[in-house]
């Protein structure tokens, strides 16, 4: 019989032949009835403070039903007689059907659904605006370094999507198991750690992503896809309420299916959608500071006096602070422990901040994403023609023209230490020891509006008081975050399609259904699905 037991404690030093003698105490039953063990989940439980932080782990073995005292049954998950999960490859459709589908995007959103298409024997072609890891990473150096941008391929664009330079957090409130199965495992199969199918906190670190997304890519070209690097989608042509085409670098390409996958800085797409027949709507967003503080802080705050055991690592935290006394709410978003803040734009004159870390997490610093919710009233109605579900990202951009020009107007990060920002001045200069080093004291109550500034002047002293922080001229502020997620939905119906264009399918962040890397995969992959369905349906149709 195959189960599962969940909620098993171990001490961190746990070894891994240890576990049927442990399951075994724990299920009162013989060890060597215990046959398959292995473990699918495990987190740590560091919450009492007067204990060492353990690990808590599930785990899947096989047990013949005899073995098993009827008083220990509740503590077993049955999960079926014989061991096979459903299969989670489609099988090769054979179709006959021309235009291959197109995916534009290659971040995890548009990478995953070419994968599937692939896999299903669908021969995707695959546009991406940037270009591949290997230039993208030398072009985003020049960035970093010189504030050399190039707007087509950059921290935001180009293979591996917005997701490439960062913490490589593959966390999810996904209940899709099937899907975030099949997207984890994919990702093992190109080179992740099989780590990352059991860990509740699971990531890889830039590093580690430079390294799978172009096997990725690799695979989806041995099933039978295609790639064009340096190709942008700029319009699509509707013809009866049906995709006709896409344009490409200027050519026309017939599509009768396409996955739009872009992401949410691709701002140009959310333009020409609005001035076309995709329907497109307003969705709450949130803006901040990129906070930074010592890693060692946050350590002995989560970890206490075990900081330094070797399987802990470098800790993380998750804040939040709820609307009180006229404040708006707060919360934290993507920390990234042991990483670097740095500098991000797709478009000349303009600035976001944002973070990443390699896999070993091991700078010194941690940072995370301070934001507070942007509310109607925040945002001018602006005075030109555009259509009004555009003002959200208009917004966003007058905050990243602000930064641009508070960092010195070469991409250079305006930045200001906690206690002049709490002071309401701007700091004489910024503390030697920080990640990122293009960055210049400045104002940061210019850049964001009051509102924001107040919320984040009253909540974030009191979020660091659960990390123990009440010194601040070593905690750095950096400004501004305003590309958490995307503040425009492109609306889609219940098969996947845009509302407004058949065989249109939006996707991932940018169309307004993911927020990460793993939601945004799954969403590939759900975009895939859809294709391959209606594909099924003209086979069928062309048998009989
Ligand atoms: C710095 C940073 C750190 C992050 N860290 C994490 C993290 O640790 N964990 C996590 O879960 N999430 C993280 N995120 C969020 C995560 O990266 C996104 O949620 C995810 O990448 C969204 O995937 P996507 O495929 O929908 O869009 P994107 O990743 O934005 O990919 C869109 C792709 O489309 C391309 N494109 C745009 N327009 C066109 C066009 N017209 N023609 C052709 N191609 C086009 C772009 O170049 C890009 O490659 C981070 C984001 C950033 C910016």
Redesign the pocket.
């Known amino acids: 019989m195959l189960v599962r037991i969940h909620q098993i404690k171990v001490p961190l030093d746990y070894q891994e032949d240890e576990l049927p003698d442990i399951v075994g105490k724990h299920l009162r039953c013989p060890t060597g009835a215990i046959t398959n063990l292995v473990v699918i989940r495990r987190s740590i439980d560091a919450r009492n403070k007067t204990r060492a932080p353990f690990f808590v782990l599930s785990v899947q073995l096989n047990l013949p039903e005899k073995s098993i005292d009827k008083r220990h049954r509740k503590l077993l998950e049955i999960v079926s007689f014989d061991q096979p999960e459903p299969a989670q490859t489609d099988p090769a459709i054979q179709v006959n059907h021309r235009p291959r589908p197109a995916v534009?995007?290659?971040?995890?959103?548009?990478?995953m659904a070419a994968v599937a298409l692939a896999e299903a024997g669908l021969h995707p072609v695959l546009?991406?605006?940037?270009e591949a890891v290997a230039e993208r990473r030398k072009s985003v150096q020049a960035f970093w370094s010189g504030g050399v941008l190039n707007e087509?391929?950059n921290?935001?664009?180009?293979?591996?999507?917005?997701?490439l330079?960062?913490?490589?957090?593959?966390?999810?409130r996904s209940k899709d198991r099937p899907r975030l199965r099949r997207f984890l495992e994919t990702l093992v199969r190109c080179g992740a750690p099989a780590d990352i199918l059991i860990d509740a906190e699971p990531?890889l670190g830039s590093d580690q992503l430079a390294e799978i997304v172009p096997r990725l890519r690799h695979h989806m070209i041995e099933m039978g896809g295609e790639v064009h690097f340096n190709?942008?989608?700029?319009q699509i042509e509707v013809k009866s309420g049906a995709l006709a085409s896409i344009t490409?670098n200027g050519t026309r390409i017939p599509a009768d299916h396409c996955v739009v996958?872009?992401?949410?800085?691709?701002r140009?797409?959310y333009r020409m959608f609005a001035a076309g027949d995709v329907p497109l709507e307003g969705k709450p967003f949130a803006i901040g500071v990129r906070l930074e503080l010592p890693q060692s802080v946050i350590n002995h705050a989560q970890w206490r006096q075990w900081a330094s055991h070797p399987r802990l690592g470098a800790a993380s935290f998750k804040l939040t602070r709820k609307e009180e006394m006229g404040f708006r709410p707060c919360y934290t978003f993507?920390m990234?422990p042991g990483g670097i803040v740095?500098a991000?734009a797709s478009s000349r004159g303009m600035l976001t901040t944002?973070?990443?870390s390699f896999s070993r997490r091991d700078t010194e610093f941690g940072n995370a994403a301070f934001l507070a919710p942007v509310r109607p009233d925040d945002i001018p109605a602006t005075p030109d023609d555009d259509p009004a579900v555009l003002d959200g990202y208009k917004f966003q951009e007058t905050i990243e023209r602000a930064a641009f020009h508070a960092g010195g107007a070469d991409y250079g990060l305006p930045a200001c230490r906690l206690s002049d920002f709490l002071a309401g001045t701007v700091s004489a200069e910024l503390p030697v020891k920080r990640s990122v080093q293009r960055a210049v004291p400045a104002d940061i109550r210019k850049i964001l509006p009051a509102v924001i500034c107040d919320t984040l002047a009253h909540a974030i002293p009191r979020m660091l008081q659960q990390l123990s922080v009440s010194v601040y001229d070593e905690v750095l502020l950096y400004a501004a975050e305003t590309?958490s997620s995307s503040p425009i939905r492109i609306t889609r119906n219940r098969e996947g399609y845009s509302t407004g264009v058949y065989g249109l399918i939006p996707?991932?962040?940018?169309?307004g259904y993911?927020?990460?890397?793993?939601?945004?995969?799954i969403?590939?992959l759900k975009a895939a699905e859809t294709i391959i369905k209606s594909y099924r349906i003209l086979a069928s149709k062309n048998q009989q």
């Open positions: 534009v995007g290659a971040g995890p959103a548009g990478l546009y991406e605006r940037g087509e391929s921290a935001l664009f180009g293979e591996g999507g917005a997701g330079f960062s913490d490589g957090k593959l966390t999810s990531h190709h942008r989608m700029d490409v996958a872009t992401g949410h800085s691709a140009d797409i993507c990234c740095f991000c944002n973070g990443m590309r996707c991932g962040e940018g169309a993911a927020g990460g890397i793993v939601s945004a995969g969403d590939g």
